[in-house]
């Protein structure tokens, strides 16, 4: 029987609301649910791919994890070297001292830099806040770290005017390499460069998360690229995961008819393999006034009565022996053992 991996992050009932203000008294009308409820368990060592549309709340979630952002509920156990902690009960110390384990590579490589700054500069004042002190040695960690980007050192005392897109990318990859981190959340970190630029910084980091002992949070909304890092996916809907599954199970066996919709749109060149495309009506739903029942419904092609007024339990399901999750009335319950 395989081991259960090791749980480095345990997250449960996650929810990120943003209240929508009026009138002179400023006095809250209603809230965005951002992030609604999530649960989910990220593993040491894999790379957990999370996708869905723009406006799902993909990117609200990583921000929540790193608590850049005011976090409505739910618990965030991490696994540190020192004990298992909830992310939520630290104080604003303790929270800097565990952004030396988890960092992130944000979405824009041109507004993630600061211009007015060397390249040198950026990447010297995590290692001085946390701890090295030498000027020489913050020198040969940045030229080393550069190297592991596949950027030459002397690049350290340039600026980010100087580099095109990918390089300022790997720039943010060094950046969040320099505190040895054991968590990177990547939000949507190829999403703005070439399509050849991406397969660069792709195979760049798939390579670095051997060398450094690395797990990932790879968010995006690109489904061939979760398909090439990946080793989970978990689907996002309107704040919810819809769906989670080994990459390999989700791609030739979806669950949820909104994961059945994304892959039928994957651009696909060989027309023998082309599969049909399978359209959504309409919109997502608001996030403020989110529909009764599966918040799905008015766009899923396969909607049935109960679905309109009754949420579906998130569930574990076993599929041909593989361990699935998902929320959905439509599964067929005939080859998917239900646990």
Do not use: W
Not at 35 to 60: A, M, Q
Not at 207 to 216: A, I, P, S
């Amino acid at each position: 029987m395989q081991n259960k991996p090791e749980v480095l992050l345990r997250i449960r009932g996650s929810k990120t609301h943003f209240a929508i203000k009026k009138g002179v008294l400023k006095k809250t009308q209603a809230f965005v649910k951002a992030v609604d409820d999530v649960d989910l368990d990220v593993y040491r060592g894999e790379t957990l791919g999370i996708v869905g549309e723009s406006g799902c709340g993909k990117t609200t979630f990583g921000k929540s994890i790193l608590q850049l952002i005011p976090i409505t509920g739910g618990s965030y156990e991490y696994a540190f070297k020192d004990g298992i902690k909830d992310l939520r009960t630290l104080n604003k110390k303790e929270i800097d001292n565990a952004r030396s384990t988890i960092q992130i590579v944000f979405q824009d490589p041109y507004s993630s830099l600061n211009p007015a700054m060397s390249i040198f500069d950026q990447l010297q004042d995590p290692l001085i806040k946390f701890g090295v002190k030498n000027k020489k040695e913050r020198v040969d960690i940045i030229g080393k770290l550069l190297e592991d980007v596949n950027l030459p050192r002397e690049y350290m005392t340039r600026y980010p005017n100087e580099f095109s897109g990918g390089q300022r990318q790997r720039i943010g990859i060094a950046r969040a390499l320099s505190v040895n981190p054991e968590l990177i959340i990547c939000d949507e970190a190829v999403s703005a460069l070439d399509v050849s630029i991406q397969a660069q910084v792709l195979k760049l980091l798939k390579k670095l998360k051997d060398e450094h002992q690395l797990t990932y949070l790879f968010i995006t909304h690109d489904l061939s690229v979760v398909e090439y890092i990946a080793d989970r996916v978990a689907v996002m809907y309107l704040g919810k995961i819809v769906e989670l599954a080994k990459t390999e199970d989700l791609f030739a066996n979806p669950l949820h008819p909104y994961t059945k919709a994304l892959l039928s749109a994957i651009p696909i060149a060989d027309l023998a393999q082309k599969k049909k495309r399978i359209p959504l009506q309409g919109d997502v739903p608001s996030p403020v006034y989110p529909p009764s029942g599966c918040p799905f419904h008015p766009r899923c092609p396969e909607c049935m009565e109960i679905c309109k007024t009754q949420k579906p339990e998130y569930r574990r399901f076993e599929v041909h022996g593989s361990e699935r999750y998902a929320s959905c009335h439509k599964i067929d319950l005939s080859d998917v053992s239900n646990k």
